[in-house]
Every structure is written in C-alpha cells, then in structure tokens.
C-alpha cells in the first residue's frame, strides 16, 4: 500500500505567521519508503484557520508551500497571507508575509505582491465577486489560490456554522516506472479524504512547446482513486488523452481532473465546487507539470523551471509576474510594476 503523506498544522493554532513559518519549514516532505525505495519528489502543502466574532467578523490565515527535490537539491517556497474581514463582508486588511520568495526569477518580488494584495482592500471577500475570481489579479498564482482559497473557505465556515475551523492538505508526487503516481491528503476539521491520480503511457509520446508548455500527446492514460480504509476505489474509467495543441491538451486534461476533484469534495460534504483544495484542476495541473519536467527532462532543473514557465506564459499573456524574462516584460505585462519593487 502506498503511503499517504503526513499533514502539517492540523488543529487549532494561533494565527501566527511566524509560527506557521516554523512549522511549514520543518515540514519533511520527503518521506521515506513510500513505495519500495521510492520518495516523494514534488510536495504542496495547504491550509487555513478562521476564527470569526460575533458580528461576523473573522481573522484568517491562509498558507501553502511548495517542495520539490531536483539534483540534490531541495526547494521550500512558502506563501502565507493573513486576512481581516469586517462585519460588512469586506476585506479591512490583508498581508503577505514578507520571507515570501515566489517560484521564478527577481520580478517575483514580496514588495510589489504585497502591493498587489492590500489593492484588495475594501472589496467584498465574496466568490461572486468578479474581483476576487479573477485569478489574474494578484500577478501571482501563489498568492491568487491562497487568497481564494481563503474566501472559499470563509463561505464554507458560514454555511456550516463553524466559527473556530482549520484545515490541512498534503498533494505529493512520485514517478515509478510506469509513470506519475500523486496522492491528495485532505484535512477539515479532522474529517478526511484521500485521493490518487496515476498518470501512464506519456514518457514517449509528451511533446512541449517552446515555451516549455504541454501541446502534444497521445494515449496518456489518467485514473483516479479514492483511498478509504486501504482499499483503492476507481473514480470512473480510466481516461486517455491524445492532443496536438496546446489548448486542446489543456482542455482535455483539466476535464479529466475534475472528476476526482468534485468527488472529493462530495466524500467530505462539499456539494459545490471544492475550490480551497489542491485538486482544484487548474492547480493540480500546476503541480503535475512539475512531475512531467522531472520525468521527461531526466530531473534537470533547467528543464524544471523553463516547464512551471510554460504553464504561465504564452506569446499573448503573462499569468505571473515571475515569469516575465526582463523588465520591459514586467512593463508590458503588469504596468503597475515599478523598479523599486525590486529592492
């Protein structure tokens, strides 16, 4: 039986960011022996705490750090943000913690995010809100699924009338063999689910752009699991994926994904869509790119960062302010970045 990965900051815990930090750097993601002698090389963990008041207030902190293990060398980038809401549904403060460091290159700066987010202060902490759905608005994709994920969570908590509540997620990635196998660990309130996609037949047969995008593959097959009481239960048929662009495999693969997504969140109570979760599609696609670069590029990390690039840049827009190759690029993309952002 494959094992599951450990869980970080279960319980209820002072919305502290510097001991979220601490704890989110002695996180092991590694894990030994998870499979014969197999390790976990790609790792996100998630979470948040929300504590409101009596007239609807609420304090949150909403965290996720990315690991990956690539020639030796280990990778932790933490993104941890503290939001206020007041009793009126509006953000009254928010705050990224400055040991933040993006996944890219300089332009991925803590000064010109942290500018970013407080712009969110003021608007109504709503998921109907076009201003905070809009996941190009932050300039970074780390910050975007926090914050969301954060006001997901909020709505969560006031429909069922929790007014102390935490959760925790570990997403892990291994390649075997035959393929990527990743597993989901979910935590609310200390009720589970567990989740694994196995993903074969792609080694061969994947084609990037030069970009470093995904655009091409044929007979990928793709199957999820539910893990309940150590027993794997098919989630559908298993899929296959054949494209030749890079719109359509993008299309096909984030419809596949949706399936284990939706039904996680169902085994746990959450009728509508599971967005403070890591198997919300577009951001597990995300970390299974990673797993893609590591396999196909023989864990290069050249090859690694120019791929997590691919996922956010094309030749007609910018996702992400990291990505951008040099200041007049940071300028075209995002006009609001200034120099001194960088210092």
């Known amino acids: 039986m494959i094992k599951i990965p450990e869980l970080v900051l279960e319980g209820k815990y002072d919305i502290d960011e510097a001991y979220v930090l601490g704890e989110l750097k002695n996180y092991d993601f590694r894990s030994r022996d998870v499979y014969e002698d197999k390790c976990f ?69 803590f000064r010109y995010l942290e500018r970013r987010l407080k712009a969110y202060e003021g608007v109504e902490f709503s998921q109907k809100n076009d201003i905070m759905s809009n996941d190009l608005g932050t300039g970074c ?47 609310i309130n200390g009720t589970e689910t567990v989740t694994e996609i196995d993903i074969s037949d792609f080694k061969e047969h994947i084609k990037y752009d030069h970009n470093g995008a995904l655009c091409g593959c044929r007979d990928m097959k793709i199957e999820g699991f539910a893990l309940e009481d150590g027993k794997r239960i098919a989630v559908g048929d298993a899929k296959y994926i054949t494209s030749d662009s890079k719109a359509d495999f993008d299309l096909k693969i984030l419809k596949i994904l949706s399936k284990p997504w939706m039904q996680s969140g169902k085994r746990i109570g959450i009728k509508n869509k599971f967005y403070f979760s890591h198997l919300w599609p577009t951001t597990l696609f995300g970390i299974l790119v990673q797993m893609f670069a590591i396999v196909v590029y023989s864990d290069s990390y050249s090859y690694f960062q120019h791929c997590i690039r691919g996922l956010q840049k094309d030749e007609h827009h910018c996702a992400c302010i990291g990505v951008c190759e040099d200041i007049e690029e940071c300028m075209k993309y995002f006009p609001d970045f200034e120099m001194d952002d960088l210092f």
């Open 141 to 187: 994709r780390h910050t975007f699924e926090v914050m969301y994920g954060a006001c997901a969570f909020r709505e969560w908590c006031i429909k069922n009338g929790e007014t102390d509540a935490w959760m925790s997620e570990a997403t892990v990635s291994y390649h075997t063999d035959d393929g990527i196998v990743a597993i989901d660990r979910n935590s």
């Open 41 to 109: 090389e790609v790792c996100r963990v998630g979470g948040y705490r929300y504590i409101s008041a009596e007239d609807g207030s609420c304090r949150m902190i909403g965290w996720q750090c990315n690991f990956a293990s690539i020639q030796n060398y280990d990778i932790c980038l933490p993104t941890i943000i503290v939001i206020d809401v007041g009793s009126d549904d509006r953000i009254s403060s928010i705050h990224l913690n400055e040991n933040f460091k993006g996944s890219q290159g300089i332009p991925c700066s």
